[in-house]
């Protein structure tokens, strides 16, 4: 059965500051790797994802992929507080549409 | 943006009672699924459906019933609550196809059994 696990399980940086979020996962035959980003009372949303080993960026976001070490991370640049939030990476299991998530990194980022 | 709609907002329910709750989708997606969070715990699966009149279980199915009427309708039933329930529940719907794998979450259901 998939496992994943998140690292660090909180975080606080100053606004401005890079802010790196990790996710392992356990079956090397993972298809979808993705961040989703829930604030408080919220319902978690869909921030990036990506099928293949590489780095996509989408303005101050970069998600890496390495399936090889059964890790794929989230790079924030330029945090800001609205970036405050819990951080949850989810993997698709391969053949079938269940989606496995991790337990969630909480970020505050203070001005 | 993609439409998914939980009903209650919020429930107090006793236990042993019964606990229906409700998921509708606008989106013309397949795949439907209730996940339970708590904290520390992140999202965890209950049941999925990839579509209608058909159900699969998750990873944490015991205790929980679904139903899947219709494509857009979903529902997670909890026959006997139990205290151990409590917890914020999440349905979503996710479309088919290999480049079709975002989960669209609705608002969110809080479940307090007492």
């Known amino acids: 059965q998939q496992k994943v696990q998140q690292s660090p399980e909180s975080l606080i940086v100053p606004e401005g500051a890079m802010t790196s979020l990790n996710c392992t996962f356990s079956d090397s035959a993972s298809q979808y790797f993705a961040w989703y980003r829930q604030h408080s009372g919220k319902a978690p949303k869909a921030l990036m994802s990506i099928f293949s080993n590489g780095e996509k960026e989408e303005g101050r976001f970069t998600i890496h992929l390495n399936k090889a070490s059964l890790h794929f991370s989230l790079h924030i640049r330029d945090s800001q507080p609205s970036d405050s939030a819990l951080y949850l990476c989810a993997v698709k299991d391969t053949g079938n549409y269940k989606y496995v998530f991790g337990a969630g990194t909480r970020l505050k980022v203070i001005a | 943006e993609a439409a998914v709609t939980q009903s209650p907002r919020s429930k107090v329910a006793v236990t042993g009672g019964k606990v229906t709750l409700s998921c509708h989708q606008t989106?013309?997606?397949?795949?439907m699924y209730w996940y339970r969070q708590d904290t520390g715990h992140g999202l965890r699966l209950i049941h999925y459906s990839y579509v209608a009149d058909s159900t699969e279980k998750g990873d944490i199915p015991d205790g929980y019933k679904a139903s899947r009427p219709s494509q857009e309708n979903f529902s997670l039933i909890l026959e006997l609550a139990s205290l151990s329930q409590t917890a914020v529940y999440f349905c979503?719907?996710?479309?088919?196809?290999?480049?079709?794998?975002?989960?669209?979450f609705g608002s969110g259901t809080r479940l307090t059994v007492l």
């Open positions: 989106n013309n997606h397949d795949y």
């Open positions: 979503a719907s996710s479309d088919r196809g290999p480049s079709a794998e975002t989960l669209y």
